[in-house]
Nanobody, 123 residues
Framework: QVQLVESGGGLVQVGGSLRLSCAAS????????LAWFRQAPGKDRDFVAL????????YYADSVKGRFTISRDNAKNTVYLQMNSVKPEDTAIYYC????????????????WGQGTQVTVYS
C-alpha cells in the first residue's frame, strides 16, 4: 500500500513559480508511474504531468507544457512538480497519484492518491 503526501502549495503571483512535492511511503517509487492531476472548483480532475516507472519518461498536458516540469528523486522517494510562469487558470487543488499498472493519463487508472494541496494564483 502506497501512501502519498503532497506539500508546497500556496499563494503565488501571476508569472511566479512554485514547487510541489509528493512524498511516498510503503512502496518503491521507481516501480510506479507517478502523476500530478489538478481539480478546479466545479470542474473535473484533469491530468497535468506524469513520469513513467523505470525509464522516467515524462509527458505533459498541453496547457502546462513548457512551464511545468515533473521530476523524481528515487533516493528520497519523492516526486516534484516545478511550476513556472503560472497563470490564474493554474489555480486548483493539485493531487499526486501513482499506479503500478502502466503509463496512463486517465485518473481512473491510478490506484493511489494524496490528499491534495491548494495552489492559488493571484494577479
Amino acid at each position: 500500500q502506497v501512501q502519498l503526501v503532497e506539500s508546497g502549495g500556496g499563494l503565488v503571483q501571476v508569472g511566479g513559480s512554485l514547487r510541489l512535492s509528493c512524498a511516498a511511503s510503503g512502496g518503491i517509487l521507481s516501480s510506479y508511474t507517478l502523476a500530478w492531476f489538478r481539480q478546479a472548483p466545479g470542474k473535473d480532475r484533469d491530468f497535468v504531468a506524469l513520469i513513467s516507472r523505470s525509464v522516467g519518461s515524462t509527458y505533459y498536458a498541453d496547457s502546462v507544457k513548457g512551464r511545468f516540469t515533473i521530476s523524481r528523486d528515487n533516493a528520497k522517494n519523492t516526486v516534484y512538480l516545478q511550476m513556472n510562469s503560472v497563470k490564474p487558470e493554474d489555480t486548483a487543488i493539485y493531487y499526486c497519484a501513482a499506479t503500478g499498472r502502466g503509463t496512463f493519463v486517465g485518473a481512473k487508472e491510478y490506484d493511489y492518491w494524496g490528499q491534495g494541496t491548494q495552489v492559488t494564483v493571484y494577479s
